[in-house]
């Protein structure tokens, strides 16, 4: 009886030192989860009855359990080592068998599977060429082909136009008046002046005003400027040496016997003290100007004296209209004027501008510029144009008479709080670039795809997959605040080609290529399996585990949802194992079998005792 107690104690002793073994052996191994022995005690027993006095009979190992507790992470160098941080097990395919591990050593192979160091390929969710994730599991897979470019088909303008910047064109009417015959009085009339918003302005004219006076009254009136001036000539054959001629009341007597009476009166004139009064002589006789539109009084000798009236000159600012309900304007030619227009060559009439880059189907990269010019067209104060031209060409559409595109004008109205309204009367705030045909840096054709014109069906949003080279501008966000112009944002959805130059992995398990071109596309998603009972595991080595009828089926999802935990890129997750716990349990699963030894030792002494007896 002693001696089956002792070999069982002994035999306990040995697998708990073999356990113990183990854990040390393994305590730098990535992923490794440390074990544990439990044992349980022996009795012996009938079938009805243990006996008033049992003895136990030994102790016998019940179970050798694995710990899944987290071991600790520690960073790498390689960008495809994972550590699941929290519950999970990864999934590898071993040629057909499906185990799982918590070791997360990956690299590529030559195919570019992801797999770890026994060739064994990383399972995940598949993502399709536009790195969007699918529930499709499989082989993660490396693509270490080139990006193909992507032409631009949307860019997203967040802007702040300053509402306090000025107008810079100027814009216009100009209002020439008739002078009428001489002796032809200004009788007593009213001006209006019409506004754009509707407003008038009423100037009264009284009767035998002067030309200089009216324009003096209307210079009173907002957007209106007003000149006048007054002319005469004297016949030249109303011209004689030994005459008297009479101007403003001055008068002036040609020497008898002069011999150009015309250029003498002209001299004498020039020189007198009427310093609002010229006057040239021509072929046709002497010509007197009023500069300042007062009524010109002319006699010859004895003759009776002559009143000319003058004529008015008006400028009215943009949208400005001027009536009278007289004669004071009849036959007066009206003349729209502009001044300081756009130009894109010239950066003084234009408020703000900002360039971006675009790209074309063969991804060429292209300079689009946005100008905007604060211009009150329609709606007052509140309203800017914005000029888009691409590499310094106009792309406005319908095209030009010649053929060639038209300037492209957009007109964006904001509201009074600020906020964008409409762009050319469209609430979405959006705007179809639909006339650019992409060019080399010669300005020939590069062979990318051309336009289609709204006349040929154009229309937004643009087709999945794009057919031509138009794209949309988003205005959506743009605002009119009282601070300075500024680029909250500018965002393009094209690209050229680009290599592969990394691999990044985020904290859900995507990997995501990176390439030169600056961009990052989805490749898969690392999947993780968890079990009802994970004890039940099966340990196979390669510090993998496989599936067991005691563990249940797997329950397989995506990184960081449900209870499965996060992954860790860089990283690795090292063996749970204490050290220094199991050079203690190595000390005492050697007492325990020294103790059994001695328990074998004893019984064998007394076993000789009895048998030396005679």
Known sequence: MAFNTGLSGLRAASVDLDVTGNNIANAST????????????????????????????????????????????????????????????????????VRYSRAGQFGIDQEGFVTNNQNMRVQGFQADEDGNLSGVRGDLQIDTDNLAPRRTTRLESELNLDSREPVLEVSGTTVQANQPPVNDP???????????????RDVPVTAGSSAREVAERLNQEDEVSASARTTYTIAAADITDGETYSVQGANFNIPAGEADPAEWLQDAINNS????????????????????????????????????????????????????????????????????????????TYNHATSTTIFDSLGNSHELTQFFVKEPVTGGENVWAMYVQIDGRDVGDPPAADGDPSRARYELEFTSDGVLDSIDGDPNGEVLISNWTPV?????????????????????????????????????????????????????????????????????????????????????????????????????????????????????????????GSIKASSLEESNVDLSAELVNLIIAQRNYQANAKTIETSNAITQTIINLR
Do not use: H
Request: aromatic fraction near 8%.
């Open 30 to 97: 990535v992923g490794f989860k440390g074990s544990r022995v439990q044992f349980g005690d022996l009795y012996a027993s009938g079938f009805l009855s243990s006996g008033s006095n049992p003895i136990g009979d030994g102790v016998r190992v019940q179970d050798v359990q694995q710990t899944f507790s987290q071991g600790n992470i520690s960073f790498t160098d390689n960008g495809l080592d994972m550590a699941v941080n929290g519950d999970g097990f990864f999934v590898l395919n071993n040629g057909g068998e």
């Open 186 to 200: 200004i009788t007593a009339q009213t001006l209006t002046v019409t506004y754009p918003d509707g407003s008038t």
């Open 273 to 348: 003290p009427l310093n609002s009064v010229s006057a040239i002589a021509d072929a046709g006789g002497l010509r007197l100007t009023e500069s300042r539109g007062n009524d010109l009084v002319t006699a010859v000798g004895a003759n009776p004296a002559v009143t000319q009236v003058g004529s008015l000159n008006v400028t009215l600012g943009r949208d400005v209209d001027l009536v009278s309900d007289g004669g004071l304007l009849t036959g007066a030619s009206e003349n729209p004027f502009r001044t300081n227009s756009f130009d894109p060559q010239d950066q003084r």
């Open 440 to 564: 080399d840096e010669n300005g020939d054709p590069s062979g990318a795809s051309g336009p289609r014109l709204i006349s040929e069906g154009a229309t937004t949003p643009i087709p999945d997959p794009p057919v031509s080279s138009n794209f949309v501008v988003d205005l959506g966000d743009t605002t009119q605040f009282g601070s300075g112009f500024g680029v909250n944002d500018q965002r393009q959805n094209g690209f050229t080609t680009g290599r592969l130059s990394g691999l990044d992995v985020s904290d859900t398990g995507v990997l995501f290529a990176r390439y030169t071109n600056g961009q990052s596309l989805g490749l898969g998603q690392v999947a993780l399996a968890s079990f009802n009972n994970r004890d039940g595991l099966s340990p196979v080595g390669e510090t993998t585990w496989v599936e067991t009828f005691e563990s249940g089926q797997p329950i397989i999802g995506q990184p960081d949802t449900g209870t499965l």
